[in-house]
């Protein structure tokens, strides 16, 4: 079975937390154990941010949420489940034990992975009864948002195991890495271990501070790494030679005493106050939670902009992005609409976040089109124009659009839009769109579109299957009756008195 059913997290602080949202957000029921005090409070504010950021990240329908249960043992909380995470923090001992307990009360084909940031899997499967079960899945913060988990199997783990881990994290919008020997700190921690290590002598030996540290990260190569990893970005530095060239030209800097990597910095307490304080002035009055939702955002635009990557096929991050929306929109339960109804059809329901809004506190404008894209495609998916339509070579393409905004949507406001057939033939298709305020029912904007029905291989208008049009009439005959809509037919422009 390639689909987690029902998962457990040991351990609920920012990583167990976060694992814990990834999973209820795709539909899957966690039972969290956690024994401290203020567990319920900082898993739901962990939650909280993962909501908001799947609200920016996609419009895709999300399944339903899974139910989240705060139970008092590890034994309750493994029962039923198929893949349990342990996050409890990171000691050998304490790690080692939590995970025998696991594996003592779990079924034996449950899978257990550990979030581990270094400790090898050998060590932590050393007491269990049925070992090969048990991983390494590293994953990064925020879990909820970054798709990445190292799988890092040890001596007694099954290749089977890692396998089937991988499998099953993709249906949840996560690429599960193999890697192919267990050595400490992996490779993600590895790589920003030695990072870390030369930023301490940077900030230590006062070549720089914080602000300036990560000014250079964030600025330079840190963007180059968002899209592209560093054999691929230093091919392309190797010109048409490629990597050949980048490693004889540059190979030989390696020797060069340029770095302090083997060296260990001494985090006394001056040099401790030195970058508390340096951090202090660098986030300002930002707390925690501010920088969560910044970080969050930034994250959230990035993979957008990755999605449109590669001609818009995605790339990397987005085009994981791009496949987890398409298995959302295969596997989304269908609407139970009735297509005779005489009345326009409520197709989305949505909420303006924060990515949203412009510099006037005002949903940006071309959120307005996808809105208004997002409601045609869902009428079209109602018409059965859907994913496997589109694949056999047949689709609606939009020919023409006018949008009028009516009023204001700003952060935090609950939509709806509604469709109306206004006519339509064997090829074409005429809609009117609204946008409403949930809370007043009021309307905030209004489209008018020409659709066009194409084969999408031949790149010509032809006619739509008859399957389709059946439907389309269907939703027709039950529209003509309705009024015209004010707004259609408007040109830009004030009305002549």
Not at 164 to 182: H, Q, R, S, T, Y
Not at 396 to 410: C, K, Q
Request: overall charge negative; some cysteine; charged content about 25%.
């Amino acid at each position: 079975m390639t689909k987690i059913t029902k998962a457990a997290c040991i351990g609920g602080g920012v990583i167990g937390g976060a694992w814990a949202a990834r999973f209820l957000l795709a539909g899957i029921d966690v039972n969290m154990f956690d024994p401290h005090p203020e567990a319920t409070r900082i898993v739901g504010e962990v939650l909280a941010n993962a909501e908001r950021a799947y609200a920016m990240l996609t419009m895709a329908p999300l399944p339903k949420k899974g139910t989240l249960t705060f139970v008092k043992s590890i034994e309750e909380a493994v029962e039923g489940a198929d893949w349990i995470q342990e996050s409890v923090p990171e000691r050998v001992d304490l790690k080692r034990n939590v995970i025998t307990q696991i594996d003592a009360a779990a079924s034996p084909t449950a899978l257990i992975g550990s979030s581990t940031s270094g400790i090898m899997p050998t060590e932590l499967q050393r007491d269990m009864k049925h070992p090969e079960r048990m991983f390494v899945a590293h994953p990064y913060n925020p879990v909820y948002l970054l798709p990445l988990a190292e799988l890092v199997g040890g001596e007694k783990t099954a290749k089977s195991t890692l396998q089937d881990a991988k499998a099953k994290l993709a249906p949840i919008g996560m690429k599960g890495v193999i890697i192919n020997k267990e050595i400490e700190a992996f490779v993600g921690d590895r790589l920003l271990e030695a990072v870390w290590r030369e930023g301490l002598w940077l900030i230590k030996d006062d070549i720089c501070d914080t602000e300036t540290l990560d000014d250079v990260i964030r600025y330079s190569f840190g963007m180059r790494w968002a899209q592209m990893g560093m054999f691929e970005t230093y091919r392309i530095a190797g010109g048409e030679a490629g990597m050949r060239h980048f490693l004889a030209q540059f190979g030989p800097c390696l020797s060069w005493p340029w770095t302090k990597l083997m060296d260990v910095v001494d985090l006394d307490d001056d040099l401790v106050d030195k970058i508390a304080g340096q951090s202090d002035a660098q986030s300002g009055a930002r707390g925690i939670r501010d920088l969560e939702r910044i970080r969050d955002e930034n994250l959230v635009g990035i993979m957008h902009a990755l999605k449109s990557g590669d001609g818009g096929k995605g790339w990397g991050a987005g085009k994981l992005l791009a496949d987890f929306e398409q298995s959302l929109w295969a596997n989304a339960e269908k609407p139970e609409t009735d297509l005779g109804q005489a009345e326009p059809i409520r197709i989305l329901d949505t909420k303006v976040n924060a990515a949203w809004v412009d510099y006037n506190g005002h949903m940006t404008e071309h959120r307005y089109l996808q809105v208004f894209g997002d409601t045609s495609d869902g009428l079209l998916r109602l018409i059965g124009v859907d994913l496997d339509y589109v694949k056999n070579g047949h689709s609606y393409y939009t020919v023409e659009t006018h949008i009028r905004n009516l009023g204001e949507a700003r952060l935090g406001d609950a939509l709806y839009s509604t469709c109306q057939i206004l006519s339509h033939d064997e090829k074409r298709l005429h809609i009117f769109s609204t946008i409403y305020n949930a809370a007043s029912n009021e309307p905030v904007a209004t489209a008018e579109q020409m659709l066009l029905h194409v084969d999408s291989k031949a790149s010509k208008a032809v006619p739509a299957l008859p399957e389709v049009i059946a439907k389309v009439e269907a939703i027709a005959a039950a529209h003509a009756g309705l009024p015209v809509p004010e707004g259609v037919g408007r040109s830009v422009g004030q009305k002549r008195g």
